[in-house]
């Protein structure tokens, strides 16, 4: 690995993100094989922000169904338009929710979440392949950055990935 996992060094978010640009591409150089890419995007944003839960979600026939994450355990299989990640899957669409609990038909793996991001990602050719999804255990964590970063941290994922 040509970089060093630079733990708790930035103060602000912005400088997490700034790190993260970076270290993303080197991180993933070279390695085209999917699960090794998404187990390391996963465990590269966690070590700057250590989230209550990170983690994929993938399509697979109507359902999404768990990948690799960081975090306590979670649902296995989630039904297209169902909660947050399934609404995401089915709108193609970024979900960014500051309170889950008014989220309808929210499904709570952890009574700590308090807030979501979920980031569909699609394929050059528009194919939803699964979502990103990451719970935070503060309420309205994520902001306009959170959600313009987090997407670009993912097309780095599935370009280095050949997708
Ligand atoms: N809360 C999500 C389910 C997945 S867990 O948070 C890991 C949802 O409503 O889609």
New binding site residues.
Partial sequence: MAFQISEDTFQSKSERYHYLQRALPALLNGESNFVANCANTIALIQSQFHFH?I?FYWVEGESLVLGCFQGPV??TR?AKG?????TAWSLAQLQNVPD?DA?PG?????AL?KS?L?IPLITAQGEVLGVL?I?SEQMAFFNDEDERELSGLMDVLLKSSGL
Avoid: L, Q
């Avoid at 169902?82 to 399934?86: A, D, I, L, S, T």
């Avoid at 929210?106 to 952890?110: E, L």
């Fill in positions: 839960w983690g979670a649902c989630i169902k909660g947050v990640c399934g889950v989220f929210h499904i709570a793996c952890s979440s979501e979920v999804d719970d």
